[in-house]
Each structure stands twice: as structure tokens, then as C-alpha cells.
């Protein structure tokens, strides 16, 4: 078949790349005038890394293993602890924390030179029995044997699909950064989760010295923006216990980026007739999981496996979307909670036992628990 592809980050990559094996003819189409080279560091669980292996990916070179998270108290106590290298060994695919940059280069690498047009924004599509049409901001029009829209938050197919107003914001914001920060977690497989009445901070390792870090805050849409947001995150997080101090000493105001969370209720059915979607288009949720990639690559996975099948494309499309809903609706249900900012009394996380999220990877995933 020839398909039609609304965005080139993770997910249409990674969908890019699963069709292309399979035989199909692929087309991708992006908004933005060139490749995005920007972003901060990312945490690919066991799950993503295996549909990245599946794939033919490695992430060898790049980022850092994570095998531990910790979560803590602002005062610097021990709250609860995961052995996150327990589900590599379960699994045999470990959790690595890469700059998006870099999963984007390992993803786009082998593709077709041309396979990307880029500057190319979608205004809306049209379809009938057979094929699919997209129309282009330009008066350009694209037809195809079936659409997947894979263009994000903003997903403008999405858009089309279920109307304005279905992703809405969540409870907070995330300032971040990812800089070369000389502390001895950066040169770790550790992730800090650190917590307080102020919100929450993020330490994680990226690889090449590099520190993934970043603050949620109670955050509305309504709020004015801080016109020095450095100087307002030392006010509020500078007396933690170490490291958090040093972070904020060593950051930068260029370092910083802010997004605020959303998140849609998971739908069902998530596309129509011979059009689609993938990662953020059909599921946007808070960050606090880490999952976000992971389940847009899942997405990709079970995508390719379903049109494998052969049949109606159509049904096979509504066949993938059921696959993933019990899996992402789960994830996107914990996510929307925001434990990453739970302030779990001591006493009761040291009863979770620290394997705990091996578990939770088995329930979050299609591939990890899919039949030889």
C-alpha cells in the first residue's frame, strides 16, 4: 500500500520504519522547514528499546543506562527505590535516557533521503472506500491508501477526527533543561525524583556528561510566564538537600524550557475508515510516567503487525487501536495522577517493593508481553 505520514518526530519514524520493511510504499510529511535537531533528553524504557531492536535500532553509543530511579524526600531522605535494571534482566532490554536528537538521528538513519517533505503543514483530508486525500496549507494535495497522523499534541488530523477541545490542560508545568552539569550523578545509572511542598525536581544522567533536569510547578494556562524563571526556581527550590542546589547554581536561563502537561481521554476507536493515529495525536498525557515515547514507538509495533494481517486496511486499523487501548488507556490514566510529584511517606515506600515497576512495564506493553 501507500502510506501517508502527518509528522516526522518519534512516532512517524518509527511507523515510517516499520512499513518500509513490510514492503509499503511510505510518504512523511512535516510541518517544520527542516529536520528538529532541538529537544531535551528522553527515558526509553525496556518496552521502547525492545520495538526499537524490532526495528533494527540500537541505541549503542548514546545516552545513559538507567538502572536505578530513587525517589526522595526535599530534605534528602530515601521515600521509595526502583531496580529498574531488574526489568532488563527480565526483559533482556535495558532503560536508557537519550537526547531526543539522538533517537531521532538512530530512527532516521537508513531511510530514504527524500522520504521526509518537509515544510509541508496538513489543513484537513477527505476519503472514500479506496483512498485517502490529504490537503496541504500550499493548495498541495497527497493521496494515499491509508493516513496516519502522527503530528502530536497539535495533531491537526486529530483535529479533524474528533473536533476542537479534546486535549485539555493538566495540573502542572515542567521547566527543563539538559546541560553539562559537574555533579556525581551525572556520571551514574541513578534517576532522582525529588519531592516537596514546592513540586518536584527531575535528575537524570543523558550520557556525554550531560544532566537531564527539571522542575514541575503548579501550572494553568491562565498564568503569566516569569520573565526571569531561573531566578523564581532558586527562590523556591534552592534550600532543598544536595544535589538540587548545585543544579540550579550550574543552570542556565538558556537552558531552560517550558511545557505545560495535557492530556485527552483514550479513546476506544481513534481514527475512521483508512485514517489514523499514533503517540501524542491519540494519546497526549503528562510526562510523569516517562512513557510518552515508549508508547508511541508501541504504537508503531502494533500498527505494523496489524496490517501485517492482511484484510480490510480499515479494520485492520480499528484492530490496532483496540490492541493498544487497554495498554495506553492504563498508562494514560497514571500518568494524568502525576506521581511523579507524589510525596509518599517513607514508612509506606519502603513496603513497595523495589521490582515493582517490572510489573508495571508487563501491564503498560504490547510487545514485552506479545508471544514469541
Known amino acids: 500500500m501507500e502510506i501517508l ?24 510529511f512535516e510541518q517544520a522547514p527542516e529536520r528538529r535537531t532541538g529537544g531535551k533528553a528522553l527515558l526509553v524504557w525496556s518496552n521502547g528499546n525492545a520495538v526499537l531492536d524490532d526495528l533494527g535500532v540500537s541505541l549503542d553509543g548514546v545516552g545513559a543506562r538507567i538502572d536505578r530511579i530513587d525517589a526522595m524526600t526535599s530534605g534528602g531522605r530515601l521515600r521509595t527505590g526502583m531496580d529498574i535494571g531488574h526489568a532488563a534482566r527480565r526483559f533482556g532490554f535495558p532503560t536508557t535516557a537519550v537526547p ?7 530512527l532516521a538513519d537508513g531511510l530514504p533521503g527524500d522520504l ?17 486525500t490529504v490537503t496541504f496549507t500550499d493548495g498541495s494535495t497527497a493521496t494515499g491508501d491509508l493516513l496516519v497522523g502522527a503530528d502530536g499534541h497539535h495533531s491537526a488530523v486529530r483535529r479533524r477526527l474528533w473536533g476542537e477541545g479534546t486535549v485539555r490542560p493538566a495540573t502542572y508545568g515542567t521547566w527543563q533543561g539538559l546541560s553539562p552539569i559537574g555533579i556525581e550523578i551525572t556520571d ?18 543523558a550520557g556525554d556528561g550531560l544532566l537531564q533536569w527539571w522542575f514541575d ?20 527550590f534552592g534550600r532543598w538537600a544536595s544535589p538540587v542546589p548545585e543544579v540550579l547554581e550550574a543552570a542556565t536561563e538558556d537552558d531552560l524550557e517550558f511545557f505545560g502537561h495535557h492530556w485527552n481521554r483514550v479513546r476506544r476507536v481513534w481514527g475512521e475508515g483508512r485514517v489514523t493515529l499514533v503517540g501524542d495525536a491519540a494519546h497526549t498525557m503528562p510526562p510523569t510516567l516517562g512513557q510518552g515515547a515508549n508508547q508511541t514507538l508501541e504504537d508503531a509495533w502494533v500498527l505494523g503487525r496489524e496490517l501485517a494481517r492482511g484484510g480490510d486496511p480499515a479494520a485492520r486499523l480499528r484492530a490496532y ?3 493498544r487501548y487497554p495498554h495506553i488507556s492504563l498508562v494514560s490514566r497514571l500518568a494524568r495522577r502525576n506521581p511523579a510529584n507524589w510525596r509518599i511517606p517513607p514508612f509506606l515506600g519502603r513496603l513497595i517493593p523495589d521490582t515493582s515497576q517490572t510489573g508495571m512495564l508487563a501491564r503498560f506493553s504490547n510487545r514485552l508481553t506479545a508471544p514469541a
Open 5 to 28: 505520514v502527518i509528522g516526522s518526530g518519534v512516532g512517524g519514524l518509527a511507523v515510517a520504519r516499520t512499513l518500509l520493511a513490510a514492503g509499503h510504499r511510505v510518504r512523511v
Open 100 to 106: 531526543r536528537r539522538h533517537l531521532l538521528e538512530r
Open 116 to 132: 521526509v517533505q518537509h515544510g509541508m503543514t496538513c489543513d484537513g483530508f477527505t476519503q472514500d472506500r479506496d483512498r485517502v
Open 188 to 205: 551514574t545509572g541513578r534517576h532522582l525524583m525529588i519531592t516537596g511542598r514546592e513540586g518536584a525536581c527531575g535528575l537524570m544522567p
Open 217 to 236: 510547578v503548579r501550572w494553568s494556562p491562565a498564568d503569566p510566564r516569569s520573565a526571569a524563571p531561573l531566578e523564581e526556581l532558586r527562590r523556591r
Open 321 to 323: 487501536e483496540q490492541a
